[in-house]
């Protein structure tokens, strides 16, 4: 995920996801250029690792070249651009309201009930949509 702030990124997932973080780096030169397909990057880079690893969510914080863009604030999920990732938890509704008191932007109002057959299907009873504080679209889920 490309990153503003690796601080408010870190403390959101961090406080109220339950991630850790797994490790620092800051990359550049040649091998990062190529990767990214710019000139002159240098990006700090932020593991944040869940409960249960292996996998997990990385901040890219680009700290050369500038000039990249935020999130347009009225992106919606209709949005060529817009992506999200989607987080298992095992109390969709505790997260909910953690989220709220922490004042955090919600997609979904409130907790959607997934009508029993499409559980199946989709694999999930509950689910949320969220921003963290970068603006990336988190869709939390309850299996």
């Not at 550049?28 to 700090?44: I, K, S, Y």
């Not at 292996?54 to 990249?68: I, R, S």
């Not at 559980?119 to 299996?143: C, S, T, W, Y």
Request: a negative charge; hydrophobic letters at 40%.
């Amino acid at each position: 995920m490309t990153v503003g702030s690796t601080e408010k990124g870190a403390t959101f997932y961090r406080e109220l996801m339950g991630f850790e973080i797994g490790g620092t780096t800051l990359n550049t030169g040649p091998t990062q250029a190529v990767l990214d397909g710019l000139f002159n990057v240098t990006c700090l880079v932020t593991a944040m690792l869940p409960a249960r690893v292996p996998a997990h969510v990385e901040f890219l914080d680009y700290k050369t070249p500038a000039g990249g863009r935020p999130m347009p604030a009225d992106t919606s999920a209709s949005d060529l651009w817009h992506w999200q990732t989607s987080l298992v938890t095992r109390d969709i509704g505790a997260l909910a309201d953690q989220l709220r008191k922490a004042g955090a932007q919600f997609i979904s109002p409130e907790v959607i009930v997934i009508p029993q057959d499409a559980q199946a299907k989709l694999g999930f009873r509950k689910a949320l949509m969220v921003r963290d504080p970068n603006g990336h679209a988190l869709r939390l889920i309850e299996e």
